[in-house]
């Protein structure tokens, strides 16, 4: 194959990924924007809808965990053509179901092709990013982030308009499926792949391995932690700590978000001048440092200040942490993936809980404190992403 076609190949490649993490991001949106017209219609409470959420959480990390494996078997392509169709079909379900408990069984069905996906999109954007040369993983979760901004922006509009959330996830699934079927024509062909070298097998190489898997899901849960919380906490920082009206306290969380997005966007540039290494260390700073300074100022202005420097610094973390797992061993990346990511998702989980925890003991903005001292931990474990020992 010529260098010409070969470029042309990789870059239809890259747009097919980036359509997968673009269409993950805007089912998740969407579902999460509607999730209010849901409750309502099912006449649900609190603590019911709670049930329903834990049942996608649940089918997301068996997904990952027991399904991702499949990555290795039938390879990414494979696994990832079919189960970005089925996140379009299952998004529709949750509108229509008649009671809680078919709502469960449709949401851990969702979630369940969720986290599937999540393994199979970012062991395929590994696959892509090897073939092409050059660090291009903080893209994908950048179009990830743009995804999210999406569904939720679809959901708003068609909430605004006062149509049901079954409408609304019918848009939304015709949507993704059209974007997974323009993925599968683009897909990265076997015959363009670069295989990576697998590293030479040393004594105790299978512990070692293990190890390095484990520590790199330590990362990704710990960095996961301040993204939960982020999202669960910040504006009820603002508003009740800080006294700010509920306008602006929703600003915390839209600095976290967009300086994310922004970050992930200069986030292959970044590693190719600075390296993996290196640039997560920076990072894990400038996360910690900000959300630390900011608990200390204060002052609403400071709080925003902080969690958008929180979102710059998370921005690079997870990307180089998954792209780390996937390159351990390239055979079983799928494995990799499913253990790292899985941990991780299971931070941004608990990260929530333990924060509201930790405040009915020592006060919110005590507690606030966790996710900096844990994204701190997480620069000074970043030696980890070092390629392994060949």
Known sequence: MVNVERRAVVLRARVATSLLFLLFGTALGTWTSRIPAVKAGLGLSDGSLSIALLAFAVGAILGMVVLGRLVDRFG???VMVPTAVLEGLLLIPPAFVPSLPTL??????????HGTLNIAMNANAIEVQRTSGRPIMSSFHAVYSIGGFLGAGIGGLFAQADLSAGTTFLATAALVMALAVW????????????PAERPQIQPRQGFRQRHDLLLLGVLAMFALVGEGTAADWSAVYLRDNLHTTAGFAASAFAAFSITMTAGRLVGDRLVAALGPVLLVRISGIVASVGLTAALLVNQPIAAVI????????????????????????????GQALSQVVSMGYA?????????????????????????????????????????ATR
């Open 76 to 78: 990414s392509t494979r």
């Open 104 to 113: 469960v069984v449709a949401l851990l069905l969702f979630g369940a092709v």
């Open 183 to 194: 993925a599968t024509l683009w897909a990265l062909p076997a015959s363009a792949r670069i």
């Open 306 to 333: 902080g969690f958008g420097c929180l979102g710059a610094g998370m921005s690079c973390i997870a990307p180089q942490v998954y792209s780390a797992a996937g390159n351990r061993d390239p055979a079983r990346a």
């Open 347 to 387: 931070g941004f989980l608990i990260g929530p809980i333990l924060i509201g925890g930790a405040s009915t003991i020592v006060g919110l903005p005590q507690a606030l404190g966790i996710p900096s001292l844990l994204v701190l931990l997480v620069a000074a474990g970043a030696f980890a992403l070092r390629p």
